[in-house]
């Protein structure tokens, strides 16, 4: 599995960035797909998923601001970022989740694209 993120950059608070995630592969044959992000001495933290069903899921801070959107056509997820803060300034990390299972035994395997950078000056 390859994930390629890209659409990382600098923007001045109160603007807008897009980002997008490449897979390899079928986004849907992937129980999560979706975005992380680490800020310098922070631990990594979910920003958005999208579930192979559809359900969605955003951290707190960025609900109603971001946008998560699959693109069927093109194996692709985007996270359409408004309004950012200086706070949302981190290098964000395509990320996808799938369980497979062998006997009784769940195996979770989490797939990672390279870091883009995301700087949002105040």
């Known amino acids: 599995v390859q994930l390629q993120a890209s659409g990382g950059g600098l923007v001045q608070a109160g603007g807008s960035l897009r980002l997008s995630c490449a897979a390899s592969?079928?986004?849907?044959?992937?129980?999560?797909i979706g975005w992380y992000r680490q800020a310098p001495g922070k631990q990594r933290e979910l920003v958005a998923t999208i579930g192979a069903g559809g359900n969605i899921n955003y951290e707190y801070s960025v609900k109603g601001r971001f946008t998560i959107s699959r693109d069927n056509a093109k194996n692709t997820v985007n996270l359409q970022m408004n309004s950012l803060k200086p706070e949302d300034t981190a290098v964000y990390y395509c990320n996808a989740h799938r369980t497979t299972h062998k006997g009784w035994t769940r195996y979770g395997h989490d797939y990672w694209g390279q870091g883009t950078l995301v700087t949002v000056s105040s």
């Open positions: 592969e079928s986004t849907f044959s992937f129980d999560t």
